[in-house]
């Protein structure tokens, strides 16, 4: 089977006579066929025109069977393009991007229907021959080309992972950091929540100040004092915490006195 990149497939419309219409109404009638014209690289002369939806080849499937496939389903890109009504159906890397080309050389090429950087950079034998002196030359400067459009493809990719890799380097040390300061802020906070817990609670039971406060204003008052406050308290926690906390500052006012 020949190199696809030496393949130049074109899809088109033609109208063909229906011969059982005809003869049924008496008169020509013809309807819109799709055809594709394949021609080859480097062998201005080959041409293999079929129906679009005609068998191509067998494809092999991944269960180890074989089906047949048409002419539109192996070129579907290019069928695709001429289904939008694109009229430069071709893939590949047009001739306009090769820089070492002079116009009349991309004339000479498309004459002999080397359509892409990737048609010129597979020729071989007979159709190389084709280009004359300094085909050669020409060929591998379309792959040098090709080659280093690919180098620069795998540079960009490698330059989006490493700055993706070095967002995630630098959220992990940020999360590190946060860590490590909760680490140290915590022990303190313990130490003022243990202290309170051991100050004495109020004397001949006497009703807690705290009992007309909403929750919301008992923590306020605790973390203003700088006071430990745990969101999982119910009521009477936070009550007997605010006790021990009043308690707590009493004994330092009275001792600064």
Same mark, same amino acid.
């Given at each position: 089977?020949?190199?696809? /990149?030496?393949?130049?497939?074109?899809?088109?419309?033609?109208?063909?006579?229906?011969?059982?219409? $005809?003869?049924?109404?008496?008169?020509?009638?013809?309807?819109?066929?799709? !055809?594709? &014209?394949?021609?080859?690289? +480097?062998?201005?002369?080959?041409?293999?025109?079929?129906?679009?939806?005609?068998?191509?080849?067998? =494809? @092999?499937?991944?269960?180890?069977?074989?089906?047949?496939?048409?002419?539109?389903? *192996?070129?579907?890109?290019?069928?695709?393009?001429?289904?939008?009504?694109?009229?430069?159906? +071709?893939?590949?890397?047009?001739?306009?991007?090769?820089? !070492?080309?002079?116009? $009349?050389? =991309?004339?000479?090429?498309?004459?002999?229907?080397?359509?892409?950087?990737?048609?010129?950079?597979?020729?071989?034998? +007979?159709?190389?021959?084709?280009?004359?002196? +300094?085909?050669?030359?020409?060929? @591998?400067?379309?792959?040098?080309?090709?080659?280093?459009? @690919?180098?620069?493809?795998?540079?960009?990719?490698?330059?989006?992972?490493? /700055?993706?890799?070095?967002?995630? #380097?630098?959220?992990?040390?940020?999360?590190?950091? *946060?860590?490590?300061?909760?680490?140290?802020?915590?022990?303190?906070?313990?130490?003022?929540?243990?202290?309170?817990?051991?100050?004495?609670?109020? &004397?001949?039971?006497?009703?807690?100040?705290?009992?007309?406060?909403?929750?919301?204003? #008992? =923590?306020?008052?605790?973390?203003?004092?700088?006071?430990?406050?745990?969101?999982?308290?119910?009521?009477?926690?936070?009550?007997?915490?605010? /006790?021990?906390?009043?308690? &707590?500052?009493?004994?330092?006012?009275?001792?600064?006195?």
């Amino acid at each position: 089977m020949a190199n696809q /990149d030496l393949i130049s497939p074109r899809f088109y419309t033609a109208a063909v006579e229906n011969p059982a219409e $005809s003869k049924k109404q008496g008169r020509p009638i013809f309807e819109d066929k799709e !055809f594709v &014209e394949v021609k080859f690289a +480097g062998d201005k002369l080959r041409v293999h025109v079929a129906p679009a939806h005609e068998y191509y080849k067998r =494809r @092999n499937l991944p269960n180890g069977d074989s089906e047949w496939i048409t002419y539109a389903q *192996e070129f579907q890109p290019i069928y695709e393009r001429f289904k939008q009504g694109l009229i430069e159906q +071709g893939t590949g890397t047009p001739l306009s991007e090769l820089p !070492f080309l002079t116009e $009349s050389k =991309r004339a000479e090429l498309k004459a002999l229907n080397i359509k892409s950087a990737e048609a010129l950079a597979q020729l071989d034998g +007979g159709p190389l021959k084709m280009l004359g002196m +300094g085909g050669r030359e020409l060929k @591998n400067q379309a792959q040098a080309y090709l080659d280093k459009a @690919n180098g620069s493809a795998d540079v960009t990719r490698l330059a989006a992972e490493n /700055d993706a890799m070095r967002a995630l #380097i630098a959220d992990l040390q940020k999360q590190m950091g *946060e860590l490590q300061s909760n680490a140290k802020t915590g022990p303190a906070k313990a130490g003022k929540a243990t202290k309170a817990s051991a100050a004495p609670a109020r &004397e001949n039971d006497e009703p807690s100040p705290f009992e007309s406060y909403e929750d919301d204003d #008992i =923590r306020n008052w605790l973390q203003s004092g700088g006071f430990a406050v745990e969101p999982t308290w119910t009521r009477e926690e936070l009550i007997a915490k605010a /006790d021990e906390a009043n308690v &707590e500052l009493a004994a330092k006012k009275k001792v600064a006195a």
